[in-house]
């Protein structure tokens, strides 16, 4: 067994674990594998594993990915911050967008969408530790952004996802998770969605409702930043 594969058998254990703990179906509970940094090998790895969705930040080393594994069935989520130069080749390439944090953003995607791919799925990334973050929206302009969201065309809103402020704290991990669930909660959408939980603090994510965890490091092992 590869290391990959072992990882992703003990990650399964986690979430396995955590899905008992708070009485949920971990069939629920959905693993996205974060591959930023890491060859297009490690991903081939992954596959054969059994993971099938797969997490980008940068969006050039993505397209490279992508087609050098174009003979894999893979789900392709992109999970960075956006410029909005950028937008099209995401519109086209990914299955789902996970970063989508102003109007901006949202409506270039939709009026770029290629019309023979179905609707691509949004999740709204929310600020919630405050002034310590700077990606995602404020919960107070949540609301209005997600309305909007839901009128455009070629996209469908599906939740919310945060990447909290790094605490070891367990229930300082819970509050903010539950903050996302909550604020989910207020909006009285149809959402489905939570994309909350990465490889330090996918137990209180799950335990507040998490319905995909990000794992990277827990998979991949740690990234190596100086070659790129
Ligand atoms: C890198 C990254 C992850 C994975 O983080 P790990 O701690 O390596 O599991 C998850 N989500 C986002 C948005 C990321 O950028």
Same mark, same amino acid.
């Given at each position: 067994?590869?290391?990959? $594969?072992?990882?992703?058998? %003990?990650?399964?254990?986690? +979430? #396995?674990? =955590?899905?008992? /703990?708070?009485?949920? @179906? ?6 996205? $594998?974060?591959?930023?940094? %890491?060859?297009?090998?490690? +991903? #081939?790895? =992954?596959?054969? /594993?059994?993971?099938? @969705? ?175």
């Amino acid at each position: 067994m590869s290391t990959i $594969a072992e990882n992703i058998a %003990k990650v399964g254990v986690r +979430i #396995r674990e =955590a899905a008992q /703990a708070s009485q949920r @179906d971990c069939a629920t509970v959905g693993l996205l $594998a974060v591959s930023k940094t %890491k060859p297009a090998e490690a +991903i #081939r790895q =992954a596959f054969a /594993a059994g993971t099938c @969705d797969f997490g980008e930040n940068y969006l050039q080393e993505a397209l490279e990915k992508q087609a050098e594994l174009s003979d894999l069935p893979l789900t392709w989520h992109f999970i960075g911050p956006i410029q909005s130069n950028k937008t099209k080749p995401i519109a086209e390439h990914f299955a789902w967008v996970h970063s989508v944090d102003r109007l901006k953003i949202a409506q270039r995607l939709s009026d770029q969408r290629p019309a023979h791919l179905p609707p691509l799925n949004i999740c709204l990334q929310v600020n919630v530790s405050g002034e310590a973050s700077k990606s995602g929206c404020n919960p107070d302009e949540l609301q209005a952004l997600a309305q909007a969201v839901t009128q455009l065309p070629n996209l469908r809103l599906r939740g919310l996802m945060t990447i909290p402020e790094p605490t070891d704290d367990p229930s300082e991990q819970r509050a903010a998770f539950a903050r996302l669930r909550e604020l989910m909660q207020g909006l009285n959408l149809d959402l489905d969605t939570l994309s909350m939980g990465m490889s330090h603090d996918l137990e209180a994510a799950i335990a507040e409702g998490a319905t995909w965890v990000r794992i990277g490091t827990a998979l991949f092992g740690a990234r190596d930043y100086s070659t790129t």
